[in-house]
């Protein structure tokens, strides 16, 4: 990869996926005929682990490095756009080390997707051929848009150094790059969303719509929430990456600057995860208007405790990222003037961990709920969206704090209304906290209808108000603030790398649980309410199985991702353009 | 270098163990399989009928994800302990048969709303439910049975409720 012309990156990008699809429709026509023809009912049996546990693995797979290159360019375009305004070399380093990451990932990603593009057709040819004959034209423009956007990119990370003096037009090109990945995801969340919340067809799954089967009640929530998530995803690996490279770094000079990449990675991730829990409530009412019963399966019946699984995953991160800022004031000159408010911040983050974990229906099927009653007599009214809001709101806000504090540990306001300016930080703090309590507790009061639209948005809307107050206020106090000493990037110890990768292995387990929950949502359907999965497959597994595949599926992530690293490490020994210093 | 890596790998190893352990032995094992379509002979006697009703109802009818046993505060739908009693109170305040009232709370429920609840309900005789004519009137007698008298037979009962599917898909619905 050293030293490429853009014009020999460009083919070598075209070649590479040329080869793949190729590989992709010869295989797809060789088993066609040499495997046995599929059953009565339209499936083929994928040895060992069965047709389900490989799509799943694939699938997810796929998913997660797709993810991850359509994540990482937004933040790179914006840290080298923050560059060419401010003329600052590091971001340009930092912008261009993580579009090298993107750049290699789009070969594991193009493989994977290879794999689950023979897999589909092969082993579930009758859904295939339905979700042609729906959705068909989507495929081909998928096709094109891929072929595009893979050629920007080549030229973006190729032009790299040439265009160093023509930086509007890179970033330009980086903009045309995020682009592509957008309509990219578009057409896969449509996939996904006919296959959840169908329309545009009649009951017996015959076209009627087409645009209709695009435009479903899933489609743009989903991809709001997607494109989020990866940037908190790809921002998370760019952590990892940095984490690493901290790790095993020679220099103070390379661990001044991991740190500091690992820091900003992980700052951008947990900034962008704020918005996920409104976005991720949007997709819930759309689903739940598409129908009632679905939303109602995917939040209190079967996947109940899954929700107490995904908030023991958003705990253990959130607890991860609170660890890794209160170890990061012993870097800031002046960080120890806060090393008292950590307890306090420490207990509310339990206290809202606790609501967050409790169960509603902690009945696992119907069977159960016959018996022991469907909501527990105590603990369901603390396992209520009423109360679960409240606590995820509150947990944020403490963890936007440790933020807050990280970032002012090292400055000494001097404007001349600083005394003001502290006493409405804490106005806002614990004013936001008493209004979003009093909504929560008010919620019990109220019809699902306005809990759902009216008052757990008011709630998200008082954390958004809050942290937006202090941001703007902080700001201002601290502006020409005395500093008290730069933040020693890189006097860190070992271990808060650690709660980097912890958040991320974390963040990537939690988005396998979530596909998972968000695909068995559909029960025993391919396509919701139209077409039946009728293969042995179609029922759910347990959690414990849901799991032990989601922990697989994780490790060879990571596996994929060292390799990926290596590579990297090994392409900056050559020297070049691989090289880091570059 | 490597001491790194292996550190990284233990680390990484060691956190997906840690979470498939608690989904394998902290949260309670089942699987959710397909229901089971229930056949209905003709002339089945009145407990066999019902029985087959309450096994739909907490069943392939996945009516008990809304519906609670007994009433609750903040329920979503009726309870189905005194549903009976309920319907024939309201059949009688709008004048329509008990009958029609049950198999239009089934098929067509979107016509009249219990007041304190929303429009929530979808047509179970359609996908994804896909409830058949017998299992419809087997989950009409069990409901009949929480508080009334048991009217809803099969065969007999057709009629009244294909006369209400009927009325369902003239305001719109595929049937």
Known sequence: MADVSVKKGLTKGVIKLTVLLGISFLFLFVLGKLLPTPTEDGYRVFPLIGSRVWVWIIAQLHLNFAAFVLGVPIFAVSMEFLSWRRSDERL??????????????????????????????????????????????????????????????????????????????????????????????????????????????????????????????????????????????????????????????ETDED??????????????????????????????????????QMGIQLMGGFFAWLW?????????????VNYYLWISLNKMPGGERYFKYVKYLFVTMLLGYAVWLTPHSVALSLDEARK??????????????????????????????????????????????????????????????VIVLILGVY???????????????????????????????????????????????????????????????????????????????????????????????????????????????????????????????????????????? | MKGGAIKLFVLVVGINIFFAYIGL???????SLPPKTIKIEKGIAQDELIAAGETILFGKGQCMVCHPMKPESGMRAPAIATIGADMVKAAKERNIPIENYVFEGLVNPAEYI???????????????????????????AYLQSKGANITINYPDSVPILQDEIKKETKKGGNG
Not at chain 1, 308 to 320: K, S, T
Not at chain 1, 410 to 431: H, P, Q, T, Y
Not at chain 1, 509 to 519: A, E, Q, T
Request: net charge positive; glycine share 10%.
């Open chain 2, 25 to 31: 032995y902290f949260l309670p094992q089942s699987q």
């Open chain 1, 255 to 292: 661990r001044a600057y991991y740190d500091w990449m690992g820091y900003t990675s992980a700052m951008i991730s947990i900034g962008f995860s704020l918005i996920l829990p409104g976005v991720g409530y949007l997709l819930g009412v759309e689903i739940y208007s598409f129908n009632e």
């Open chain 1, 308 to 320: 107490v699984m995904q908030a023991i995953l958003i705990g253990a991160i959130l607890m991860f």
């Open chain 1, 443 to 582: 919620s019990y009061m109220v019809s699902s209808a306005v809990r759902v639209k009216i008052l757990s948005p008011i709630q998200f809307g008082v954390f958004f108000l809050a942290i937006v107050a202090l941001f703007i206020l902080d700001a201002k106090m601290f502006k020409g603030a005395k500093i008290l000493g730069e933040p020693r990037w890189g006097k860190m110890p070992e271990r808060s790398q650690y709660a980097l990768i912890g958040i991320t292995v974390t963040f990537t387990w939690l988005m396998g649980m979530m596909g998972y929950m968000r695909s068995g949502g559909r029960q025993y359907w391919h396509v919701y309410g139209i077409m039946q999965d009728t293969s042995p497959d179609a029922f759910l597994p347990t959690h414990g199985f849901a799991s032990v595949v989601t922990s697989i599926l994780t490790v060879i992530f990571f596996a994929l991702m060292g390799l990926l690293f290596y590579g990297i490490m090994k392409l900056e020994k050559k020297g070049g353009q691989g090289g880091a210093k570059a």
């Open chain 1, 372 to 433: 022991m009653g469907t909501y527990h007599p105590v603990l369901g009214n603390l396992g209520v969206m009423a109360a679960k809001n409240t606590a995820v709101v509150i947990t944020y806000l403490a963890t936007f704090l440790s933020f807050a504090i990280f970032k002012m540990s090292n400055k000494e306001a001097v404007v001349s209304w600083a005394k003001l300016g502290n006493a409405l930080r804490g106005l806002i703090v614990i004013g936001s906290t």
């Open chain 1, 92 to 249: 340009d380093r930092i912008a261009y080390d993580f579009t090298k990451l993107f750049t290699l990932a789009y070969t594991i990603t193009a493989a994977v997707g290879t794999l689950l593009l023979i897999s589909l057709p092969v082993l579930y040819p009758k859904f295939m051929d339905h979700m042609m004959k729906i959705l068909g034209p989507t495929w081909w423009l998928y096709i094109v848009v891929m072929y595009v956007e893979v050629m920007v990119c080549y030229y973006y990370y190729y032009s790299w150094h040439k265009m160093k003096d023509n930086k509007g037009t890179h970033v330009a090109i980086g903009g045309l790059l995020n682009i592509m990945g957008v309509i990219m995801l578009l057409i896969t969340s449509a996939w996904v969303g006919y296959m959840t919340t169908p329309a545009g067809v009649s009951e017996t799954g015959e076209l009627l719509s087409r645009w209709k089967a695009i435009k479903t009640h899933m489609w743009i929530p989903l991809s709001i929430h997607r494109l989020c998530a990866n940037v908190v995803f790809g921002a998370g690996i760019a952590a990892s990456y940095a984490a690493y490279r901290f790790i095993v770094a």
């Open chain 2, 114 to 140: 219990q007041k304190g609840f929303e429009n929530m309900m979808p047509p179970v005789h359609k996908a994804p439910t896909s409830l058949t004519e017998g299992e419809l009137i087997a989950v009409s």
